[in-house]
């Protein structure tokens, strides 16, 4: 896996994370992974793509530092919801691949898609807007 894709994630360590999408450092232009807890406040957290995607050693052995989950029909926590499992079967194709779409691209313009709110998220003790 070259990018990280929207979706459910476990942490090396045990919690669940849900990628929203990719944005970009407004200075840098590094990439950085927009992703949000399934447990606690549930606030918006970025990570550099570099480092989501990185190996860590867990008892010797590497690791991913976020394993992507399997699909939601699989119980791998007790607060999933996949919003696609769902939609009505009778929607048009045309419609549910651009809502899909617009959920994976929903954290590439992360300014101005969030509510102010969210906007407010602080990481590495420093608000990210």
Not at 27 to 50: M, N
């Amino acid at each position: 896996m070259n990018e990280p894709l929207s979706g459910r994630y476990r942490h090396y360590k045990g919690n669940e994370y849900t990628v929203l999408g990719i944005g970009r450092h407004s200075e840098t232009h590094e990439e950085l992974v927009v992703y949000r807890p399934e447990y606690g406040d549930q606030g918006f957290w970025v990570r550099p793509k570099a480092m989501f995607m990185e190996t860590v050693k867990v008892d010797g052995k590497d690791e991913p530092r976020f394993q992507p989950l399997a699909s939601s029909s699989e119980q791998v926590g007790d607060r999933i919801t996949n919003i696609f499992d769902e939609l009505p079967q009778h929607l048009p194709k045309e419609l549910v691949q651009t809502l899909k779409r617009l959920v994976a691209t929903a954290g590439k313009d992360v300014g101005r898609s969030l509510p102010a709110a969210a906007k407010q998220t602080r990481c590495c003790s420093s608000s990210i807007w």
